[in-house]
């Protein structure tokens, strides 16, 4: 039997929101083992003078642990 365990993140860019969501999970794997899933719990923009500056994206990333 497996357990899993669901974890919150935040990653930011300035291009985009599908590279925010990219470089987040590449940043995930870096640190926890067996990620298996993620969903986009919410995204925001900072705006500066009307123009979009940063795409933030808040992830639950979903990894199983270790037996």
Request: glycine share 2%.
């Amino acid at each position: 039997m497996s357990i899993a365990k669901i974890t919150e993140i935040s990653a930011i860019s300035n291009k985009s929101f599908e590279d925010a969501l990219v470089n987040g999970i590449a940043r995930a794997n870096k640190t926890l083992r067996n990620v298996r899933s993620a969903w986009v719990k919410e995204q925001k923009v900072r705006i500066s003078e009307g123009t979009i500056t940063e795409y933030q994206v808040n992830l639950m990333v979903t990894f199983v642990i270790d037996e």
